[in-house]
Nanobody, 125 residues
Framework: QVQLVESGGGLVQAGDSLRLSCVAS????????TGWFRQAPGKEREFVAA?????DYSDSVKGRFTISRDNAKNTMYLQMNSLNTEDTAVYYC?????????????????????WGQGTQVTVSS
């Protein structure tokens, strides 16, 4: 079992930056693919970024967000720069139970078996 706890969300203005953290416990996630998803009000949960065999990003955040992982701390990060109002959502970290070797699998939330409780990010104009 893996437990995930996110932190770092908050209320910021457009153009600001935030860094989200996701601490994993229960076992090391270094051999798994882990990622970030988000869900805006009234919308379905969507893929943001993932890290494992490689890294990948959704087109909407590519060039602005950076995903990273510190395996020694069993912690994953999401550095979010140039935030805009469309980034407002609850952000969830997720962990698969294997390393996903095809980045096309990253986008499916069905590939992730463990989820955090979410952290709210609100970007005001």
């Amino acid at each position: 079992q893996v437990q995930l706890v996110e932190s770092g969300g908050g209320l910021v203005q457009a153009g600001d930056s935030l860094r989200l953290s996701c601490v994993a416990s229960g076992r090391s996630t270094s051999t798994y693919t882990t990622g970030w998803f988000r869900q805006a009000p009234g919308k379905e949960r969507e893929f943001v970024a993932a890290v494992g065999w490689t890294t990948d990003y959704s087109d909407s955040v590519k060039g602005r967000f950076t995903i990273s992982r510190d395996n020694a701390k069993n912690t994953m990060y999401l550095q979010m720069n140039s935030l805009n109002t469309e980034d407002t959502a609850v952000y969830y970290c997720a962990c698969s139970t294997r390393m996903l070797y095809s980045s096309s699998l990253y986008y499916s939330d069905a590939q992730y078996h463990y989820w955090g409780q979410g952290t709210q990010v609100t970007v005001s104009s």
